[in-house]
């Protein structure tokens, strides 16, 4: 199964356009089963998940934990991706302070 596991710092007052830019798996290269769980080091950050045309989920408030996300138990989203839709998950913090983001991300054909 494909995994994705990123570990991002994001400067106070930043934005991350896209935490997974840059993997493999960023795009989906057949129809997939993708479900995903973003944590963050302390509170004040908000995410956003899209999935081609899909939105996942609107801009919330990453749950903090110090590890990276739980399977299951953290992994909240899950969509359908079809071939060629390309993950996005935007970061901003609007802190004083640098926050770390942990992603995990797992697909599966379907």
Same mark, same amino acid.
């Given at each position: 199964?494909? =995994?994705?596991?990123?570990? #991002?710092?994001?400067?106070?007052?930043?934005? +991350?356009? +896209?935490?997974?830019?840059?993997?493999?798996?960023?795009?989906?290269?057949?129809?997939?089963?993708?479900?995903?769980?973003?944590?963050?080091?302390?509170?004040?950050?908000?995410?956003?998940? #899209?999935?081609?045309?899909?939105?996942?989920?609107?801009?919330?408030?990453?749950?903090?934990? #110090?590890?990276?996300?739980?399977?299951?138990? +953290?992994?909240?989203?899950?969509?359908? =991706?079809?071939?060629?839709?390309?993950?996005?998950?935007?970061?901003? +913090?609007?802190?004083?302070?640098?926050? #770390?983001?942990?992603?995990?991300?797992?697909?599966?054909?379907?």
């Amino acid at each position: 199964m494909p =995994m994705i596991l990123i570990e #991002t710092s994001v400067a106070a007052g930043a934005s +991350n356009s +896209n935490l997974v830019s840059g993997s493999a798996f960023e795009f989906a290269r057949v129809r997939q089963l993708m479900s995903c769980g973003v944590v963050q080091s302390a509170t004040g950050g908000f995410a956003t998940i #899209t999935s081609g045309p899909d939105i996942i989920a609107e801009e919330f408030m990453a749950p903090i934990l #110090t590890t990276y996300p739980i399977i299951p138990d +953290n992994m909240y989203f899950t969509d359908v =991706m079809e071939q060629g839709d390309r993950l996005v998950i935007r970061y901003r +913090n609007p802190t004083g302070g640098a926050l #770390t983001v942990r992603t995990l991300v797992q697909t599966s054909p379907i």
